[in-house]
């Protein structure tokens, strides 16, 4: 068994296709079939459900897939330990971004990263923060700008900001009339709320103790899946949300008030990774960074605090 063999199997796992995994691999199908197959039986076990249909890992595959990308990773840190000794910030950086921050966040990142670090080569994914855990756990992310705390076990977390949150409402709402929006304020309002999965959702309802809102005979029923769809069914008249300060801009929508938050009721943005990752040090040069360049509507969190 090589490493090479791993590869193949991760791929496979990943493309569940032998024809694309092939060609993710610059090999020929066949080729990949057969170091698969040696790959079982040199284990002694099947690795794959094969259907005409379909090809799943079984629950033994599972587990030796996933422990094939702990030892991908690990033997990929190895090398990029010695060739970047003197040069923590460069390389390959896989990093995850929840959905309500990348829109905001990778406009000013991404050219102070490539200014600062231009060796350094990102990719980025945005999703869920289920999502982006869990492909932590699976090293097919080194690092995640998530909302803290995270409480899987296993991951180190260093906190970068805290950004607050504003009231969008329709400019003839009772709230539009206050210059700060205090939490008492929002005790039973019905706010509209993104889709479940997204962690500002879970956080709006535990800062406000507010339900979503009931949809009204007169609109359509919408799952919003952005921030800025929820800002647009505020604009027009179907309810209250909450914003996070980055998505408040300088863009301002006719019939939409924007009104501040009272001090403490924000959230907490971090950088999260493996404790087992080998490259702690250049996130804490990315943290660093991230902290020097934030905008004026969040608050860096001093570095003393980690």
Known sequence: M????????????DHGHFGRAAMACHISQPT???QIRKLERYLGAPLFERTSKALTPTAIGA???ARARQVIAEAEAIVETAQLAGEPLAGPLALGIIPTLGPYMLGWLIPALAERYPSLRLSIREDLTAHLLARLAGHQLDAALLALPVGEPGLESLPLFDEPFWLAAPANHPLAAKNLVGEEDLRGERLLLLAEGH???DQALSLCGAPAAAPREDMPDLSAASLETVR??????????????M????RREPGLALRPLGPGLSR?????????YPRGAGLRLLAELIRSRLPPSVHAVAAVEE
Request: glycine fraction near 8%.
């Open 247 to 250: 998505a408040v801009g300088e």
């Open 268 to 276: 907490r943005i971090g950088l999260v990774w493996r404790q087992t």
């Open 2 to 13: 090589t490493l090479q063999d791993l590869r193949y199997l991760v791929a496979l796992a």
């Open 232 to 245: 647009q069914m505020a604009a027009i008249g179907m309810g209250c949300t909450l914003l996070p300060a």
């Open 63 to 65: 587990e030796v897939i």
């Open 32 to 34: 990949l079939s057969t």
């Open 199 to 201: 962690c500002l959702r």
